[in-house]
């Protein structure tokens, strides 16, 4: 699933129509620009006009009751009223940004920065957080003009928000009220590849830097933002690497002549299960046309019993099901792109009986973002569990149905090692992952002298679900070698030799065959030992940027 680079013409509008995965990835990979419809700062204002009346009733002498985040402490704190002079409310947003600007690890990636800005816009403009407009134009400036606060990658416990993370954002648009706006102080950004102050970034894009307002630091820094955008960048890459998995599939079945009986479609609507039905019937489209596949709707296998171990037999019941995964995890994560995640919320509109109009409650919760984190990596690891298993089979010569051990034709049996040591990374990538998808979500350590005392977790969730969708991606890219190692190989025997195979596997063997490794040499069908990483290297990018199920589909389509 290939994203197109759009003109920048076309930026992403926010404001008329809910924010996308598509928008995400635009902004936040291609650096697609993004503009705020007008008529959001009217939906913006009601709320901020409320804010505004509690700040100026405030003062010596007036009786304020005590407003969470706006005059009071936080957290534990919540229920003392830190001050009664007005312009105190913009201090206290400043100490918020400094105190919670504490995070540690490398800086994530530029995208993960992003997709986190952009998330935390739409948050902001769905009009119930009280914040001035100019806090929301300055993060569209930013990403606008490519600064990138640099955002350690520990911190986040998913739960008050993405406080810390968040606050490595505010620190860089923001400076003090009042006195000297110190350079250690306005955090890190890169800048052509360096570290530098926040205030250097700002400068370089000619960006201002704004004095926060009350409530504007905690409507910054509470809110799912960074989790949400690491669950979907890890979604949009898990989908695009579903598809590139059926395609790779698809060749090892019909490398290893595998039986077509097991993909007809009477068998998957006797389930019923709609997943694992467009499965199967991706499969059928992806084998068509090969005379190595026994069996299918119309014709009789011939070999017996017309049964392949499960690694191919069942690609729809495993494949299937993380498909249906994936769709649910991206109605979730699309809801939460969309939405208000701050505390407390402001809702002008609540009757006249009630005076308080701000509504603290837990939207910060990011236990949605968590879970749809953690079940991305649990159905991720299943696409290099099973994977791998195919590509033991492929080099094992008591399983691979007359092909060489390790696929390698070698003139010296022994001499060459092939194909074997690709599989060994393949079973360290999934095995690490079988650790990382530990659930995120089933952990909790509470904070805050016990006010908060369940968290999500799920900017761990988060990170790890990015690490096997990595992970993952090299697994998919070296069965893209093997496979088309092994239909060559499949070709050169003297019983098959006569056989055609599918377009779709032809279309992908000629894509392998046509580029160009990362050290300049072609990947060519080997029959003495190569250096491999350069090819694996070379394969992980095919399968990252959706070339594959490009060239594939394209080849059916003609």
């Not at 598509?22 to 959001?40: F, G, K, M, S, T």
């Not at 995070?103 to 995208?111: L, M, S």
């Not at 390790?406 to 001499?415: V, Y």
Request: some cysteine; charged content about 20%; glycine content about 8%.
């Amino acid at each position: 699933m290939t994203t197109a680079v759009l003109p920048e013409t076309a930026p992403v509008r926010i404001g008329i129509h809910r924010t996308t995965l598509e928008d995400l990835i635009q902004v936040a990979r291609h650096r697609r620009p993004v503009v705020i419809d007008e008529a959001v700062f009217a939906v913006m204002e009601p709320s901020r006009n409320w804010l505004q009346g509690v700040v100026d009733s405030m003062g010596p002498g007036k009786d304020t009751p005590p407003i969470y985040s706006i005059n009071t402490g936080f957290g534990s704190l919540a229920g003392r009223r830190a001050f009664a002079e007005p312009a105190d409310a913009a201090e206290l947003s400043r100490r918020l940004v400094l105190s919670n600007a504490a995070g540690v690890g490398r800086y994530v990636d530029e995208e993960v920065v992003r997709a986190t800005m952009l998330i935390r816009i739409v948050s902001l403009t769905q009009g119930f957080s009280g914040i001035r407009p100019e806090i929301v134009t300055t993060l569209v400036d930013m990403l606008n003009a490519g600064v990138c606060p640099a955002i350690p990658e520990y911190g986040s416990l998913g739960a008050s928000g993405d406080l810390i993370p968040l606050a490595h954002v505010a620190i860089v648009m923001s400076r003090p009220h009042t006195g000297e706006d110190i350079e250690l102080d306005s955090g890190e950004a890169m800048l052509e590849g360096k570290v530098v102050s926040g205030i250097k970034a700002m400068a370089a894009a000619r960006i201002e830097r704004l004095p926060l307002g009350a409530k504007d630091g905690l409507a910054l820094l509470n809110g799912t933002s960074f989790s949400a955008a690491q669950a979907a960048l890890a979604l949009y890459d898990a989908q695009n690497l579903l598809e590139t998995a059926q395609i790779t599939a698809a060749m090892s079945i019909e490398a290893l002549m595998g039986f077509g009986d097991a993909f007809i479609d009477e068998l998957h609507q006797a389930r019923g299960q709609r997943g694992q039905i467009e499965v199967a019937a991706r499969i059928r489209e992806l084998l068509a046309g090969s005379t190595l596949i026994d069996g299918n709707a119309t014709t009789d296998p011939v070999r017996q019993p017309p049964q392949d171990a499960y690694s191919l037999r069942c690609v729809p019941q495993v494949f299937g099901p993380i498909k249906d995964t994936l769709a649910f995890a991206a109605g979730i994560l699309e809801n939460e792109i969309n939405a208000a995640t701050d505390n407390p919320l402001i809702f002008p509109s609540l009757p006249d009986t009630r005076k308080l109009k701000a509504v603290s409650g837990g939207n910060f919760h990011a236990e949605y973002v968590a879970f749809a984190a953690d079940f991305i990596s649990i159905a991720v690891t299943e696409i290099g569990s099973i994977t791998e298993r195919r590509l033991f089979r492929l080099d094992d010569g008591t399983l691979n149905r007359g092909l060489p051990d390790m696929l390698i034709d070698s003139e010296q049996t022994g001499m060459d090692c092939g194909y074997m040591l690709p599989q060994y990374l393949a079973a360290a990538l999934v095995s690490d992952c079988k650790t990382l998808a530990h659930p995120d979500s089933v952990d909790s350590i509470p904070t805050c002298a016990n006010q908060e005392d369940h968290v999500s977790m799920a900017n761990n969730a988060g990170r790890h679900t990015r690490q096997i969708v990595a992970n993952i991606e090299s697994v998919v890219g070296i069965e893209l070698l093997m496979a088309s190692q092994a239909l060559e190989l499949r070709l050169g025997l003297e019983a098959t030799a006569d056989a055609r195979l599918s377009p779709a596997a032809a279309a992908a063997l000629a894509l392998v065959r046509g580029t160009s490794s990362d050290d300049g040499r072609p990947i060519d069908h080997i029959r003495a030992d190569v250096v491999m990483y350069p090819r694996i290297r070379k394969a992980l990018e095919l399968v990252h940027d959706g070339t594959v199920v490009d060239a594939v589909n394209q080849a059916l389509a003609g």
